[in-house]
T-cell receptor, first 112, second 114 residues
Framework: EAQVTQNPRYLITVTGKKLTVTCSQNMNHEYMSWYRQDPGLGLRQIYYSMNVEVTDKGDVPEGYKVSRKEKRNFPLILESPSPNQTSLYFC???????????FGDGTRLSIL | GESVGLHLPTLSVQEGDNSIINCAYSNSASDYFIWYKQESGKGPQFIIDIRSNMDKRQGQRVTVLLNKTVKHLSLQIAATQPGDSAVYFCAENPYSGSARQLTFGSGTQLTVLP
């Protein structure tokens, strides 16, 4: 079954404690991206990756890092989380830019 | 950057009726549009897409209409069912030739009444 898997699904943590949200896809997709979803603001892209070792900033990259060492994995790293990063996060993948993306089921982060 | 907006944040329809969800976009350079459905607790799911060289595209129980003159997109759902209750997003690709891909609207909540 085609899947984008995110972990954890829920996390409550404190300001400044580094965290990583993992994302893995089993469709051999080249394009992967991270979004955050906030009420009234829709989905906003944080970072994207065109392929292994190729990443670039989206619309709201401040406070986030990503890496793409393998095609299937695209972790999102918050080096020093702050309360304004409390949000619902989605990872997505597609076989090429401009094609419909498959989304994971989301990770709800609460930063206290 | 350009953004995609939705006319109505909520829509309630009777089961069995047809639903129409509207979307306005502002970037005339956008050449590709997608509708997604997001159920509670899940990620968005692809419903249907349309390229700017088309006016209409039909899927199973869904039809997307594109009016480039007024920069308007609509999703029609025939014989709406309880399982259609969800948030529906339209998305556009405003960066033709770029890798930054899609810009999403904030969504319309569709509620199907028994």
């Amino acid at each position: 079954e085609a899947q984008v898997t995110q972990n954890p699904r829920y996390l409550i943590t404190v300001t400044g404690k580094k965290l990583t949200v993992t994302c893995s896809q089993n469709m051999n997709h080249e394009y992967m991206s991270w979004y955050r979803q906030d009420p009234g603001l829709g989905l906003r892209q944080i970072y994207y990756s065109m392929n292994v070792e190729v990443t670039d900033k989206g619309d709201v990259p401040e406070g986030y890092k990503v890496s793409r060492k393998e095609k299937r994995n695209f972790p999102l790293i918050l080096e020093s989380p702050s309360p304004n990063q409390t949000s619902l996060y989605f990872c997505a993948s597609s076989y090429e830019r401009g094609r419909p993306q498959h989304f994971g089921d989301g990770t709800r982060l609460s930063i206290l | 950057g350009e953004s995609v907006g939705l006319h109505l944040p909520t829509l309630s329809v009777q089961e069995g009726d047809n639903s129409i969800i509207n979307c306005a976009y502002s970037n005339s350079a956008s050449d590709y549009f997608i509708w997604y459905k997001q159920e509670s607790g899940k990620g968005p799911q692809f419903i249907i897409d349309i390229r700017s060289n088309m006016d209409k595209r039909q899927g199973q129980r869904v039809t997307v209409l594109l009016n480039k003159t007024v920069k308007h997109l609509s999703l029609q759902i025939a014989a709406t069912q309880p399982g259609d209750s969800a948030v529906y997003f339209c998305a556009e690709n405003p960066y033709s030739g770029s890798a930054r891909q899609l810009t999403f609207g904030s969504g319309t909540q569709l509620t199907v009444l028994p």
